[in-house]
């Protein structure tokens, strides 16, 4: 099946710095990848859908100026979290689909963030 | 707005017994319908995948029924083991979304015991 790399698993930083979290389709090319955001117990919540080479289009209340979305090239996707303040820390999960895998979604291993 | 529920919210069952996990949406307008398992801290792992069309799929022992007129899927898992221990996720796909969104259910956390 398809393969879809997250990058880092989990990563720890103070309040105020930022925060990059990468999502690589490793055997397809991802036409359209999704970045979703769980809190405990939570299910996924839809926090953006990224077309390669156009804007990420975000998903209502979600502050596209703190979660900045770059799908730049068919295989790569980053989610950078801009000065990170506690209450961002969460589970940040990514999805990608493309033609190869049917426009099924598949997902990511999850990036755990926790702002101290 | 499409609303995903998932019941119950946890269920513990010993070792051999048979699961039903259930799932329902509001709006039947739907694509297809995804089952999902993720395990504690951990990404999500697809089980199985119903099209709009289809009424059940299924994988060894895992069978997934839709209705969609009713708004209502069912997974079942037979002769449950520990390994089956995780979270299970519905997730629906509407039939108009053109970049496939997908909508998630809340989840049934599954402990089954030895």
């Known amino acids: 099946g398809a393969v879809v790399s997250q990058h880092p698993s989990r990563v720890i930083c103070k309040s105020g710095t930022s925060v990059k979290i990468e999502c690589r389709s490793l055997d397809f090319q991802a036409t359209t990848m999704f970045w979703y955001r769980q809190f405990p117990k939570q299910s996924l919540m839809l926090m953006a859908t990224?077309?390669?080479?156009?804007?990420?289009?975000?998903e209502q209340g979600v502050e596209k100026d703190k979660f900045l979305i770059n799908h730049a090239s068919l295989t790569l996707s980053t989610l950078t979290v801009t000065s990170a303040h506690p209450e961002d820390s969460s589970f940040y999960i990514c999805?990608?689909?493309?033609?190869?895998?049917?426009?099924?979604?598949?997902f990511g291993a999850g990036t755990r963030l926790s702002v101290l | 707005k499409q609303e995903v529920t998932q019941i119950p919210a946890a269920l513990s069952v010993p070792e051999g017994e048979n699961l039903v996990l259930n799932c329902s949406f509001t709006?039947?307008?739907?694509?297809?319908l995804q089952w999902f398992r993720q395990d504690p801290g951990k990404g999500l792992t697809s089980l199985l995948l119903i099209q709009s069309s289809q009424r059940e799929q299924t994988s060894g022992r895992l069978n997934a029924s839709l209705d969609k007129s009713s708004g209502r899927s069912t997974l079942y898992i037979a002769a449950s083991q520990p390994g089956d221990s995780a979270t299970y996720l519905c997730?629906?796909?509407?039939?108009?979304?053109?970049?496939?969104?997908?909508?998630f259910g809340a989840g049934t956390q599954v402990v089954v015991t030895p």
């Open positions: 997730a629906v796909r509407h039939a108009t979304d053109s970049w496939g969104k997908l909508q």
């Open positions: 709006d039947s307008a739907i694509y297809n």
């Open positions: 990224s077309n390669e080479g156009s804007k990420a289009t975000y």
């Open positions: 999805s990608a689909q493309g033609a190869g895998t049917k426009n099924i979604q598949y």
